[in-house]
């Protein structure tokens, strides 16, 4: 076998989920080099298996053993393509870090990454549910996605438009066994005002002593010292970051529920007869903040996170989720969704 990938049976997944639950693959394929990608698939042990690509491991569930191969891509790298009227192109692999990927950029002098600093995770994931924190989603700064079709056994450049970028969505999302991403292009600026819409990081750069306008390594910093302060650390306590996804209603059904519920966080949705609304108030006004069943719990800093407190396994994490989402939806008649892929279960 090349030693540009390497196949092992019986694979332990344990230490390769955030949430750090008890799961098994069958086979377990890491490609270290994304040229040899097709090569590798077509090896017999797996050919026509089920397939699952992980990256971080920081945003899906086992709830159940992975079925055929899982993929872990490790390349990693990152660099400047080009550089044309202060906006640059920027390309990072698959296997890359993201939060090395935000920090990397600001040492090269780009900004447009700061908001999302400290997201766990890998760049290769970071298009699926476009991730989004602060003010900005990854889809806002990604110009293209390499990928592997799985589908047309090609490798493809989906342009922003191609990505059909959505809250916590993407095509990829869509059709999670049809490609596989190998690498994300960014454009990034030289030079370009920060993005403060979020309130909470205008009062963290005020605590930081900063007056003037930020720079975006002070907006990194800023997004670090609120996520550090609000979500549990996946490397202390296992979870996944936001569990269920900020419900999207119509705007006749957030006013109703405003009429009620005053305090309830309102924000726009995707078009004009939409509303977000803050799936951690519901859930915290349900009473589930610091809940725990076992090891299986929803974090005491934060209602949207479910944890594991040491020995959970993926079935009661789903269990707790399923109860959380059932009393939400019977005092509130709003249906939550999961935000990270669950593995072995349907929702
Ligand atoms: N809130 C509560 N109880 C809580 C926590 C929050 O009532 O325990 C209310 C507060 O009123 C707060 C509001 O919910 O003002 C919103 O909370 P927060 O600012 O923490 O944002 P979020 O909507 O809960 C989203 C993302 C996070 C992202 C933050 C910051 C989703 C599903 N989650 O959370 O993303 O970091 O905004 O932009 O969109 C993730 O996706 O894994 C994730 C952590």
Same mark, same amino acid.
């Given at each position: 076998?090349?030693?540009?990938?390497?196949?092992?049976?019986?694979?332990?997944?344990?230490?390769? %989920?955030? +949430?750090?639950?008890?799961?098994?693959?069958?086979?377990?394929?890491?490609?270290?080099?994304?040229?040899?990608?097709?090569?590798?698939?077509? =090896?017999?042990?797996?050919?026509?298996?089920?397939?699952?690509?992980?990256?971080?491991?920081? %945003?899906?569930?086992?709830?159940?053993?992975?079925?055929?191969?899982?993929?872990?891509?490790?390349?990693?790298?990152?660099?400047?393509?080009?550089?044309?009227?202060?906006?640059?192109?920027?390309?990072?692999? #698959?296997?890359?870090?993201?939060?090395?990927?935000?920090?990397?950029?600001?040492?090269?002098?780009?900004?447009?990454?700061? %908001?999302?600093?400290?997201?766990?995770?890998?760049?290769?994931?970071?298009?699926?549910?476009?991730?989004?924190?602060?003010?900005?989603?990854?889809?806002?700064?990604?110009?293209?996605?390499?990928?592997?079709?799985?589908?047309?056994?090609?490798?493809?450049?989906?342009?922003?438009?191609?990505?059909? +970028?959505?809250?916590?969505?993407?095509?990829?999302?869509?059709?999670?066994?049809?490609?596989?991403?190998?690498?994300?292009?960014?454009?990034?600026?030289?030079?370009?005002?920060?993005?403060?819409?979020?309130?909470?990081?205008?009062?963290? =750069?005020?605590?930081?002593?900063?007056?003037?306008?930020?720079?975006?390594?002070?907006?990194?910093?800023?997004?670090?010292?609120?996520?550090?302060? $609000?979500?549990?650390?996946?490397?202390?306590?296992?979870? #996944?970051?936001?569990?269920? $996804?900020?419900?999207?209603?119509?705007?006749?059904?957030?006013?109703?529920?405003?009429?009620?519920?005053?305090?309830?966080?309102?924000?726009?949705?995707?078009?004009?007869?939409?509303? $977000?609304?803050?799936? #951690?108030?519901?859930?915290?006004?349900?009473?589930? $903040?610091?809940?725990?069943?076992?090891?299986?719990?929803?974090?005491?800093?934060?209602? =949207?996170?479910?944890?594991?407190?040491?020995?959970?396994?993926?079935?009661?994490?789903?269990? =707790?989720?399923?109860?959380?989402?059932?009393?939400?939806?019977?005092?509130?008649?709003?249906?939550?969704?999961?935000?990270?892929?669950?593995?072995?279960?349907?929702?």
């Amino acid at each position: 076998m090349s030693a540009l990938y390497f196949l092992r049976r019986d694979a332990d997944l344990s230490a390769r %989920n955030t +949430f750090g639950v008890a799961a098994r693959a069958p086979w377990l394929l890491e490609v270290f080099d994304t040229g040899t990608l097709a090569e590798a698939l077509e =090896l017999e042990q797996i050919a026509g298996l089920p397939l699952l690509p992980l990256g971080g491991g920081s %945003n899906l569930l086992f709830a159940g053993d992975a079925p055929g191969a899982v993929l872990a891509l490790r390349a990693a790298g990152m660099r400047v393509l080009g550089e044309h009227g202060g906006r640059a192109t920027v390309r990072a692999e #698959a296997g890359a870090e993201w939060h090395a990927l935000v920090m990397w950029s600001l040492d090269q002098g780009l900004c447009g990454l700061e %908001n999302l600093a400290l997201i766990p995770g890998s760049v290769g994931a970071a298009p699926i549910q476009n991730i989004g924190a602060y003010g900005v989603e990854a889809g806002e700064r990604i110009v293209a996605v390499e990928a592997w079709d799985r589908q047309q056994g090609t490798r493809v450049r989906m342009d922003r438009q191609a990505c059909a +970028f959505g809250y916590r969505d993407s095509a990829f999302k869509r059709a999670p066994d049809r490609w596989i991403v190998t690498a994300v292009e960014f454009e990034l600026a030289r030079d370009a005002a920060p993005r403060l819409d979020y309130a909470g990081i205008g009062e963290e =750069l005020a605590a930081m002593g900063i007056a003037g306008p930020p720079s975006a390594r002070e907006v990194a910093e800023a997004v670090i010292r609120i996520r550090r302060r $609000k979500l549990p650390d996946p490397a202390l306590t296992g979870n #996944a970051g936001s569990f269920f $996804k900020n419900p999207i209603v119509p705007a006749a059904q957030a006013a109703a529920l405003l009429a009620a519920h005053p305090r309830l966080p309102v924000f726009p949705g995707d078009g004009d007869g939409s509303r $977000k609304l803050s799936a #951690a108030w519901l859930i915290d006004a349900c009473g589930w $903040k610091g809940a725990r069943e076992g090891d299986a719990g929803v974090s005491d800093a934060h209602a =949207l996170v479910l944890v594991n407190h040491g020995q959970a396994s993926g079935a009661q994490l789903l269990a =707790l989720a399923r109860r959380i989402a059932a009393s939400v939806g019977e005092r509130f008649g709003v249906a939550l969704e999961p935000e990270p892929r669950i593995v072995g279960e349907r929702w």
